[in-house]
């Protein structure tokens, strides 16, 4: 269970320099700055053959690792948080996906043995992304709703990294937050509107599918907990969240934001996303030169599998390998990460206190579901995972008052 490994999981695999000396950092190998990939050996035989032909043949550029202008002195995340806690950072920007909702018990609907893929089981999708697909959804729009009624906005609480970004805003950090999420979880900590970019849209407003006519939220949640299909009240067209299904276009702040977010922005934090979806994936490319890209993530994401010397567009994360300038990794629970931030920054506490208040506030709105959610109110837990299949399964019968 995640909740038990923050310690484990912030030391070790936080900490991939703690065999080295300091002293070590002589740039010399690509070993030493090597310090936290798995593709170390990989590298260093590379760096090996690249110094090779470049002495030999003056076929590689002579200034490679000994020129690596790095951003900072460490490029691990001991390192970051060191610069961070001297020399902080001015303009963060956010990038999140669904690992970050993961510990709040929100599944991953396409997975195979999750309650919800079970439950979707009945209507015969062609595929589970099907229920995200537009014309599927103008054909048989059902499913999408009984998905719906169990993901509703209120039936969960934010984790620990959806309040690490609301401390970010609260400290005059945070420039913008954009998420993959629908779940409106990071509504949900109280961040105001227009720091959230949702990139896949949200249950926030929804609109006819014929006339455009516009219904707020809370019209949606009547129609959706009463199992009526929801339909427009000018033309009797079908009428949809706005959340971005397939084939369909992203928010238009989507691409108009970036560029003013990124300019300056010291530090991208990206969390709990495979990187693997565009065009959202490609925020990473818009942080300039100097900005600092933290990933904490459980996965050793965003690396391209190409070998260093075809990657010349150099277009993804380069942590842990030997021309790395500027990124950083923590691989383990998003929750665990933000904790090992806010503690090096002594903001622990204040972490505590906006989960705590937030499952409070949770479960005076919503009394049916408040048993669990309080039990864990002493420590920044990440959630109760193995609770989800009941929680979501029932959470359709259950009252909840937001919105
Ligand atoms: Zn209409």
Redesign the pocket.
């Known amino acids: 269970m995640s909740g038990n490994s923050v310690e484990s999981d912030a030391k070790p695999q936080a900490s991939g320099t703690e065999s080295k000396k300091p002293s070590t950092r002589s740039k010399s190998t690509a070993t030493d700055i090597d310090s936290d990939g798995s593709s170390s050996e990989d590298d260093s035989t590379m760096h090996m053959i690249r110094r090779f032909f470049s002495k030999t043949l003056n076929m590689a550029s002579d200034k490679e690792d000994s020129t690596v202008d790095k951003v900072i002195p460490e490029l691990t995340f001991e390192g970051l948080l060191s610069h961070w806690r001297e020399n902080g950072f001015k303009k963060i920007v956010t990038m999140v996906g669904a690992g970050i909702s993961t510990s709040a018990g929100i599944p991953d609907f396409r997975s195979p043995g999750s309650g919800l893929y079970n439950n979707l089981q009945r209507f015969d999708l062609p595929h589970p992304a099907s229920i995200f697909d537009r014309d599927y959804f103008e054909q048989n729009p059902s499913p999408f709703f009984v998905l719906a009624k169990e993901l509703y906005p209120g039936s969960f609480v934010p984790t620990p990294a959806h309040y690490f970004v609301r401390l970010l805003h609260d400290k005059g950090l945070l420039q913008r937050h954009y998420t993959q999420n629908i779940d409106t979880l990071d509504r949900l900590t109280g961040l105001p509107d227009e720091k959230i970019i949702e990139a896949h849209g949200s249950f926030n407003t929804n609109h006819?599918l014929?006339?455009?006519?516009e219904f707020d939220m809370a019209w949606m949640k009547r129609k959706i907990f009463a199992d009526e299909l929801p339909s427009?009240e000018?033309?009797?067209?079908l009428v949809k969240p706005d959340i971005v299904f397939f084939g369909e276009n992203l928010p238009e702040s989507f691409y108009t934001r970036p560029e003013e977010d990124f300019d300056d922005c010291d530090l991208l934090i990206i969390m709990g996303t495979s990187l693997e979806v565009q065009p959202f994936a490609s925020l990473i490319h818009r942080a300039g030169p100097r900005c600092i890209r933290l990933l904490i993530n459980r996965d050793a994401v965003g690396r391209s599998s190409f070998a260093p010397w075809l990657d010349a567009s150099e277009r993804s994360l380069l942590y842990g390998k030997s021309k790395n300038t500027r990124d950083v990794a923590f691989l383990g629970d998003c929750d665990a990460g933000v904790l090992a931030v806010a503690t090096a920054l002594g903001w622990e506490n204040e972490l505590q206190q906006l989960v705590t208040s937030g499952r409070e506030e949770h479960a005076l709105a919503n009394p049916l579901n408040s048993d669990n959610e309080t039990t864990d109110s002493e420590q920044v837990d990440s959630g109760h995972e193995e609770d989800f299949e009941s929680e979501s399964l029932t959470a359709s019968s259950k009252d909840s008052n937001y919105g």
């Open positions: 006819c014929r006339c455009r006519e427009c000018q033309c009797m067209g």
